[in-house]
Nanobody, 118 residues
């Protein structure tokens, strides 16, 4: 499975961005997809996940109510709509397929930079 992330950029605090992650290859083996992020000097952290078949979602507390994860099955694409962005949301965002414990996953995208100016 190959994952291609896009949509990062520079935005002012309070603004919005939408990230996309398109899967290709053996997508039939992708059951859960997720977004992680890593800020400079910090460990990579879980942001949100979605079960591909049911659309059931899960979020880390810090983004609850501001970020929305969704998917388009026909396009094999996952999205992360990020609203009310804060400077502490700035990080490299990675999409992942089949996340596991301890921040691991079966497959990773290349990362997309999100910068939030205050």
């Amino acid at each position: 499975v190959q994952l291609q992330a896009s949509g990062g950029g520079l935005v002012q605090a309070g603004g919005s961005l939408r990230l996309s992650c398109t899967a290709s290859g053996r997508t039939g083996t992708t059951y859960v997809m997720a977004w992680f992020r890593q800020a400079p000097g910090k460990e990579r952290e879980f942001v949100a996940s979605i079960i591909w078949s049911s659309g059931s979602t899960h979020y880390t507390d810090s983004v609850m109510g501001r970020f929305t994860i969704s998917r388009d099955n026909a396009k094999n694409t996952m999205y992360l709509q990020m609203n009310s962005l804060k400077p502490e949301d700035a990080a490299v965002y990675y999409c992942a397929a089949n996340p596991r414990a301890l921040g691991r996953a079966d497959y990773w995208g290349q990362g997309t930079q999100v910068t939030v100016s205050s």
